[in-house]
Nanobody, 121 residues
Framework: QVQLVESGGGSVQAGGSLRLSCAAS????????MAWFRQAPGKEREGVAA???????SYADSVKGRFTISKDNAKNTLYLQMNSLKPEDTAMYYC???????????????WGQGTQVTVSS
């Protein structure tokens, strides 16, 4: 059974940094495409960053240059390094995985439970 468990969220001031982690289990990690999404109250879930099987990355314009997605295949873990955080980055952050590369479409088959990120001004 596929399981994704996020961690690393918290409360920071604007300009600060956080690193989110997503520990994956229950499948052959290297064969899956993965992404980070976020959802703020009253808003739709939006794709933030995605990484395909060969390590190529994509970012939403709103986070480009500030966020970095990476994965450690040996640890079956996905990361999201978030720098220069802004209050508008406040949201619940989710990792997602699938054998199909959905890019920023929320169609991934597997999701974690989410980790809250709150950025104060």
């Amino acid at each position: 059974q596929v399981q994704l468990v996020e961690s690393g969220g918290g409360s920071v001031q604007a300009g600060g940094s956080l690193r989110l982690s997503c520990a994956a289990s229950g499948y052959t990690y290297n064969n899956y495409y993965m992404a980070w999404f976020r959802q703020a109250p009253g808003k739709e879930r939006e794709g933030v960053a995605a990484i395909d099987s060969d390590g190529s990355t994509s970012y939403a314009d709103s986070v480009k240059g500030r966020f970095t997605i990476s994965k450690d295949n040996a640890k079956n873990t996905l990361y999201l390094q978030m720098n220069s955080l802004k209050p508008e980055d406040t949201a619940m952050y989710y990792c997602a995985a699938d054998r199909i590369y959905w890019w920023f479409l929320p169609n991934y088959n597997y999701w974690g439970q989410g980790t809250q990120v709150t950025v104060s001004s």
